[in-house]
C-alpha cells in the first residue's frame, strides 16, 4: 500500500501538471469542480468538466471493485493479482496514447483540449481499485490522500514509540514519505524528453511488480487455540 502511495505521487504530479486536476486526490477535483461554477481557475475555465469525470470514474471504479472483489474473494491471491493487474494494464494503456501523442501532454497556458478526457478516467478508475483494496486489507493507508493519515499521525498517543513500537506509525509516515517522493519524480520525469509518459510507465511497472508480488504472498495460517 505504501508503494501505491508512491504511484499515486508519480500519477498526480504528472496529470495536475499536464491537465490542471488530479486523477488520484479526489478532494482537489471537488475544489476545481467548486471553481467551475464561477467559471474558474483562470485560463482553464472548463477543467470543472475534467475534475467531474475523474470523480465519476474514480466512485464507478470503487463501486466495480467492491461488487466484483467481493464475490471473486477480496483477500484471494489470485483476486488481488487479477485487480492489479487490470490497474497496470489501464496505467499502460493511458501511457500510451500519450506516448504516441494521441493524447497531448503538457496543455499551454490558455489553451483547452478534451481528448485527455480518454485516459483520465482510467487512471482515476484504476486509483479507486487501489484505495477499496487498502479498505478490503483493513490498512490505515487511503493510498490517494494524505489528509486523515497526516491527522492520525499526529493524533497518535503513541507517535514517539521507539521503532519497532508502532508499526501503524511508520506505515503512515513512509506513506507521507513515498507520496511527496513519487510526486518529485514525477515531477522531474515531467520535465524530461520524454515527459508526462515516463511517470505513467515507472507507475505501471510499480504496479507490474505489485501484481507479481500478491502471487507469492504468503496465505494466512490457522491460529489453534
Do not use: Y
Not at 465519476?56 to 471493485?65: R, V
Amino acid at each position: 500500500m505504501i508503494l501505491c502511495c508512491f504511484c499515486s505521487g508519480l500519477i498526480d504530479s504528472t496529470v495536475f501538471n499536464a491537465w490542471g486536476v488530479f486523477a488520484t486526490m479526489q478532494t482537489g477535483n471537488t475544489v476545481i469542480l467548486a471553481l467551475g461554477a464561477s467559471s474558474q481557475p483562470s485560463g482553464h475555465p472548463h477543467a470543472w468538466l475534467q475534475a467531474l469525470l475523474a470523480l465519476s470514474f474514480f466512485f464507478i471504479g470503487a463501486l466495480f471493485t467492491s461488487r466484483v472483489t467481493t464475490f471473486l474473494g477480496p483477500l484471494r491471491r489470485t483476486t488481488l493479482a487479477l485487480s492489479f493487474l487490470l490497474q497496470t494494464s489501464l496505467i499502460v494503456t493511458a501511457a500510451a496514447l500519450i506516448q504516441s501523442a494521441v493524447v497531448p501532454g503538457i496543455i499551454p497556458q490558455g489553451q483547452e483540449f478534451f481528448i485527455q478526457l480518454v485516459p483520465l478516467p482510467m487512471l482515476s478508475f484504476q486509483a479507486a481499485m487501489q484505495s477499496v483494496t487498502s479498505r478490503q486489507l483493513k490498512c490505515e493507508l487511503p493510498t490517494t490522500v494524505l489528509t486523515s493519515v497526516i491527522t492520525d499521525i499526529g493524533n497518535d498517543k503513541d507517535l514517539f514509540a521507539g521503532p519497532t513500537g508502532n508499526w501503524a506509525r511508520n506505515r503512515r509516515i513512509g506513506a507521507v514519505v513515498f507520496l511527496l517522493l513519487g510526486g518529485i519524480i514525477g515531477g522531474w520525469l515531467s520535465r524530461t524528453s520524454e515527459g508526462m509518459p515516463a511517470a505513467l510507465w515507472f507507475a505501471a511497472g510499480v504496479k507490474a511488480c505489485l501484481t507479481v508480488a500478491w502471487l507469492f504472498w504468503r496465505p494466512e495460517t490457522a491460529v489453534v487455540e
